[in-house]
């Protein structure tokens, strides 16, 4: 069974991203209404757009490099952790196998808090990029929006300046007789 389209009934999903800026300030968006297109505001539209692109671009470029950043910090983290095993069992005079040292660092709480913290920067930052093509695809729309009605009122336009009066022809044929 084929359903028609209805935007109204995804607005309970709340699809809000949750999002902190570099200034530690913290943003909730709503992708829907950053998408969304009035018909009756497109040349609006056209002139907001390149400011609220370059607003997501900035937010995922300074969410990517908090997440890179801390992609980093973990991995330090997680060497550190491993030398830490390493030099213990070298003190216990035994031998350590590389899957103990694997589960010796993933032990760690604050491995754990991080690798969460990361899940949640890897989401923002989709969430961001996946933003910004969407700025893109409604520019593009916006454009042959702003196109056909502009070609609408030059037709408008045009039909209003024409004035037909068939009695201003006869008088012209007559006037060659």
Do not use: W
């Not at 490099?65 to 910090?73: F, G, P, T, V």
């Not at 350590?96 to 923002?124: A, C, F, H, M």
């Amino acid at each position: 069974m084929n359903k028609t389209f209805n935007i109204e009934e995804f607005r309970d999903l709340h699809l809000i991203i949750k999002i902190e800026s570099s200034s530690g300030k913290s943003l909730d968006l709503d992708p829907i209404l950053i998408a969304q297109i009035d018909e009756s505001r497109v040349k609006e539209e056209l002139k907001i757009l390149p400011t609220q692109y370059i607003l997501f671009a900035k937010l995922y470029l300074d969410t990517k490099k908090k997440k890179d950043m801390l992609e980093i910090e973990l991995d330090d983290l997680k060497t550190d952790y491993a030398k830490e095993a390493r030099k213990d069992a070298d003190d216990a005079n035994r031998k350590i196998t590389n899957p103990e040292v694997k589960d010796y660092v993933s032990s760690k709480e604050d491995i754990r808090e991080k690798e969460r913290e990361l899940i949640g920067l890897n989401n923002q930052t989709t969430q961001l990029y996946y933003l910004c093509k969407t700025l893109d695809k409604k520019y593009d729309s916006l454009k042959s929006l702003s196109f056909m009605q502009n070609k609408e009122d030059k037709i408008d336009n045009y039909e209003d300046s024409i004035e037909i009066d068939p009695h201003k022809y006869e008088k012209h044929q007559n006037e060659k007789l």
